[in-house]
């Protein structure tokens, strides 16, 4: 069976004037990051520390760095069955798993198309 599929479209004549990603204004000040600062145990820092020092994402931090991220870091505690983050969410944290198992699952969205 011969299947004939449509040519692709012509590009179009009409070209951009300018493209700009860069805003203006309020939109474009810079300041300086300030990292945020959670009170913690010498226990809570030590097993932080630990767990960093095996994880390689952090192995070219210097010890002012590591410092800085394990104050950033808030302890959040999960009961078996919970769900910690659902495919889809916005990335807005780092999970360090301290004791425990986190089963991760993907779903996969799967097209197929008949053609006669």
Same mark, same amino acid.
């Given at each position: 069976m011969k299947v004939e599929l449509p040519l692709p479209r012509?590009?179009?004549t009409i070209s951009r004037k300018s493209v700009s990603a860069e805003a203006y204004g309020n939109w474009n000040q810079k300041s300086l990051f300030v990292p945020p600062v959670h009170t913690k145990t010498n226990?809570?820092?030590?097993?932080?520390?630990?767990?960093?020092?095996?994880?390689?994402?952090?192995?070219?931090?210097?010890?002012?760095?590591i410092e800085i991220v394990i104050m950033a870091m808030e302890e959040a505690?999960?009961?078996a069955g919970d769900t910690v983050i659902s495919q889809g !969410? *916005? /990335?807005?944290c780092l999970y360090v798993v !301290? *004791? /425990?198992?986190l089963t991760c699952h993907r779903q996969f969205v799967i097209c197929s198309f008949y053609v006669q």
């Open positions: 012509k590009p179009s226990e809570q820092h030590n097993r932080i520390r630990t767990k960093l020092q095996k994880s390689f994402m952090f192995n070219a931090l210097d010890e002012k760095e505690k999960f009961k !969410d *916005e /990335g807005a !301290d *004791e /425990g198992t």
